[in-house]
């Protein structure tokens, strides 16, 4: 039972631990001397598992550490020195980012969104534009498109959309990039379409998240055709970003893909968060959009949120006027119905 002397942690799908099997791996596997960076013979086992679920046996799967990380490695790896990336001005590496893909040279070009999404035609519509701009020899050439799915803002793109992108991507020759930091709640939600096997299919690079699915730490950057990024091994030590213990990423994957698991690891998030949809529009709350993953973004009364402090870790979003704030919460692969009854009680 949760403990109502406690505040409860709805705040972010990040602040757990991770999945008790990975840890037993950990435990069973610690005496364990093996290679280095990635190498050793569990993490070749995770790739393996990767590929299949993929079905792309040919891929290139590296892990990395996080999140921020990976985006700041692959998108740098896969652009030229003079190019930016494109992504809406909600995009994860837009507003989260601390600036880290400007930090390695790469302006991020910003589209308008509607509840997190772009559209192929916005996308196109701006590569139009920078052609036909006879000073583009002075400005940053656009060399790739970034999205994440879910977004930012728990929405997702269907397989159609992402069609219709990769169409826009292969006229003007850039890269399509999918950030899959919540994949698993993409992959456990009824409105979602698109399977890992359209994103090997589909996209130049994604990466599939571990941290915010059920991960200690950990993210599985997968590159369907391995030429697209030669040395990408070398890349990422260029980085910074191989760990020696490779070892340690490689378990959590190895256990999250056993028996598809990731199919099915975001499952409770969904339950959750769509019994906390439902309690709110019962008790008459204002959601601020329909997000159908683990994220719920709903309008409270700011003299309600101090109230609400006091028993609940919750994510502040944005100002909605000047008496309303739209919060956050989120939801995870480990959520339990007596946290979530809670939650609803609070409320």
Not at 201 to 230: H, N, R, S, W
Request: net charge negative; with cysteine; proline share 3%.
């Amino acid at each position: 039972m949760t403990d109502m002397k406690e505040k409860l942690h709805f705040a972010c799908d990040y602040a757990r631990g991770a999945h008790p099997d990975i840890l037993q791996r950990m435990l069973e596997t610690n005496g364990m001397k093996t290679a280095g960076y990635g190498l050793d013979e569990i993490s070749e086992s995770a790739r393996k598992r990767i590929r299949e679920a993929c079905g792309c046996e040919a891929a290139a799967v590296e892990f990395l550490v996080g999140g921020t990380q990976t985006n700041a490695v692959m998108i740098d790896a896969l652009l030229k020195s003079y190019q930016g990336v494109i992504a809406a001005e909600t995009g994860h590496i837009s507003v989260h980012e601390a600036g880290a893909i400007e930090f390695g040279g790469h302006k991020v070009l910003v589209l308008p969104h509607r509840f997190g999404k772009i559209s192929a035609n916005s996308v196109e519509n701006y590569l139009k534009e920078y052609y036909n701009d006879a000073n583009r020899e002075h400005m940053v050439m656009p060399g790739m498109l970034y999205l994440s799915h879910p977004t930012e803002y728990g929405t997702l793109y269907s397989k159609e959309e992402l069609q219709a992108f990769r169409s826009v991507c292969d006229r003007y020759e850039i890269c399509l990039y999918v950030d899959g930091a919540r994949l698993a709640y993409a992959l456990a939600c009824t409105e979602n379409d698109v399977t890992l096997k359209d994103l090997a299919q589909l996209c130049d690079a994604f990466y599939i998240g571990g941290t915010k699915c059920g991960a200690l730490f950990g993210e599985a950057a997968v590159v369907p055709d391995p030429g697209k990024i030669p040395h990408l091994f070398t890349i990422i030590k260029q980085h910074g970003a191989l760990l020696a213990k490779g070892r340690l990423l490689g378990i959590q994957f190895d256990e999250l893909f056993r028996n598809e698991r990731y199919m099915r690891i975001g499952e409770p998030a969904i339950r959750a968060a769509e019994r906390i949809r439902c309690a709110l529009r019962e008790r008459g709350y204002r959601l601020h959009f329909a997000s159908p993953t683990n994220q719920i973004f709903c309008v409270m009364e700011n003299d309600a949120l101090d109230q609400l402090g006091e028993k609940v870790e919750y994510g502040f979003w944005e100002k909605f006027d000047d008496d309303h704030t739209v919060t956050r919460f989120a939801t995870d692969w480990a959520t339990t119905e007596d946290e979530t009854k809670a939650l609803i009680d609070v409320l």
